[in-house]
């Protein structure tokens, strides 16, 4: 199956870009930057996968159109669409200013839906198809000096919900992961303070790796989560517990 990642350059979306490849995949690799994508693309084909790499800011609609177009015409339709592309950016919350609020949400949020709009059509024609969202655990919890961040995500765990609600009849299956903190250079950029006083919460007193939320990923890509539809998995070393 032809499954598109965005936000796959680096992190957990190269993660979850490479196991896909390594589970038989297609894999359009989206990234802000062509170099990044290329980058993992050609690591998933010198394993013996196939790869191509696409450059689009998931939050312009007219730069996700015309991506989705050159998909289609090298790849076709993506049965998998994986929303992972996102950034992180700390401040308290009296000093987010509002083109970083509007930012925040622009990536994760209106790119989640721009996304899933061009994408859910041909799924809904072939009468299946599979749509992860990433969120946060965050977006459950909240944290401090990351309420817009936090906010963005918890915005992504509601849409996950209300798009399987509608869509899971019609042979979609919609879910979201939301990792806890993960080593990558998105959790890397925080401050070392926060990263000292989260890990001294997590019962587990570690950081989750990118490989690690790659299997969950994988795991709700395959015929094994038939089930799970509107679930919101949590590899968060323990920070949530439902």
């Not at 589970?23 to 790869?51: C, K, P, W």
């Not at 200013?97 to 072939?126: K, N, Q, S, W």
């Not at 655990?137 to 509601?158: C, D, F, R, T």
């Not at 490989?211 to 038939?226: N, P, R, T, Y």
Request: proline residues 4%; negative net charge.
């Amino acid at each position: 199956m032809i499954a598109l990642v965005t936000g796959a350059g680096s992190g957990i979306g190269a993660a979850i870009a490479e196991r896909l490849g390594r589970e038989g995949h297609e894999v359009a690799v989206n990234d802000l930057h062509l170099d990044a994508a290329e980058t993992v693309a050609m690591r998933i084909r010198d394993a013996g996968g196939s790869a191509r790499a696409y450059a689009a800011d998931v939050s312009d609609e007219a730069m996700v159109n015309a991506m989705m177009e050159r998909v289609g015409a090298q790849m076709g339709a993506p049965g998998i669409l994986v929303n992972n592309a996102g950034f992180g950016h700390q401040a308290p919350f009296l000093e987010i200013e509002p083109a970083d609020f509007d930012r925040i949400f622009a990536v994760h949020v209106r790119g989640t839906y721009l996304m899933t709009r061009v994408c859910l059509p041909a799924m809904l024609a072939a009468g299946q198809g599979i749509i992860v969202n990433v969120a946060s655990q965050l977006g459950q919890i909240g944290g401090v000096e990351l309420a817009h961040y936090s906010g963005a995500k918890a915005a992504v765990i509601g849409m996950t919900k209300s798009l399987a609600r509608e869509v899971s009849g019609q042979g979609v299956r919609v879910n979201a992961v939301a990792p806890g903190p993960v080593n990558t250079p998105l959790v890397e950029a925080l401050s070392d303070e926060w990263k000292a006083a989260k890990r001294s919460e997590l019962p587990l007193g570690r950081f989750g790796e990118p490989a690690e939320i790659g299997g969950v990923v994988a795991f709700l890509c395959s015929d094994d989560a038939a089930l799970f539809v509107g679930q919101t998995l949590g590899p968060n070393s323990g920070d949530v517990m439902l």
